[in-house]
């Protein structure tokens, strides 16, 4: 039944906003703490748009580390379970932009569509691991992305003490109630326009690497289980 419901627009408009409350209710029982609040302050002192890059598994509480009224907007793919986040996410005040970072004609609708949006002055945020995986592994798009556009890359990353991680692909994290957390900002990441293949390979490797490494840190500083990437696929950078 509850299938049937989320096929029709009526269904999903509810289910959106139910979801947007719910969310942003959890998220103020939760005791914050930003770690590397330099790299936060960077990005909301300044004009310019940015690539915000986190995991997939990490996506639920992450609109709420964007606490300033600058525009930003959010990759989202056209399945239903995209949709229906797509439209929770526009009731937290993100953007919504359609399509997938790989490649294919989705892609390349997809990269002209955050092309655009990031020269309108509005920064773009992503899953580099996003829609179906490999699980913490980063796709080439979103360093063609910043080599395109001259944005950098912010990656961040969050957690919480109380929460349970589902056995999905991504090894989602459903937070819990009542915690503490944490939001980690990253150290940006800059690709250069005439950047060569090698070049372009070893920033991918780069930014995986500091997504990884905040994860790590945010599980460090609450005691909770890490994550771990799923084995890497060679597919992923080509």
Not at 181 to 203: C, F, K, Q, S
Not at 205 to 224: F, I, Q, S, W
Request: glycine share 8%; aromatic share 6%; charged share 25%.
């Amino acid at each position: 039944m509850l299938k049937r419901l989320l096929r029709t627009e009526t269904g999903r408009e509810i289910a959106s906003r139910l979801l947007a409350v719910l969310i942003r209710g959890l998220s103020r029982t939760i005791r914050w703490q930003v770690l590397h609040p330099e790299f936060r302050d960077e990005v909301f002192d300044n004009d310019r748009p940015v690539i915000g890059a986190f995991w997939h598994n990490r996506i639920m509480l992450m609109a709420e580390i964007w606490q300033t009224d600058r525009p930003v907007a959010m990759l989202q793919s056209k399945h239903a379970d995209g949709r229906l986040i797509a439209r929770t996410i526009q009731h937290l005040g993100i953007g919504d932009i359609v399509g997938s970072a790989g490649k294919g004609k989705g892609g390349a609708q997809a990269m002209r569509s955050m092309l655009r949006t990031l020269k309108e002055g509005v920064t773009v945020a992503l899953t580099p691991d996003g829609p179906r995986g490999p699980r913490m592994r980063v796709g080439a798009g979103i360093i063609a992305l910043a080599r395109m556009s001259g944005a950098p890359i912010y990656p961040v990353a969050w957690n919480v003490r109380r929460r349970r991680v589902l056995r999905t692909w991504d090894r989602f994290i459903l937070a819990l109630p009542f915690s503490r957390g944490v939001y980690v900002w990253g150290a940006p990441l800059n690709v250069p326009r005439d950047a060569d293949e090698e070049t372009l390979e070893a920033l991918r490797l780069e930014l995986e690497r500091r997504l990884n490494g905040l994860c790590l840190e945010a599980d460090r500083a609450l005691g909770t289980e890490p994550i771990l990437p799923a084995d890497p696929d060679p597919a992923a950078s080509a």
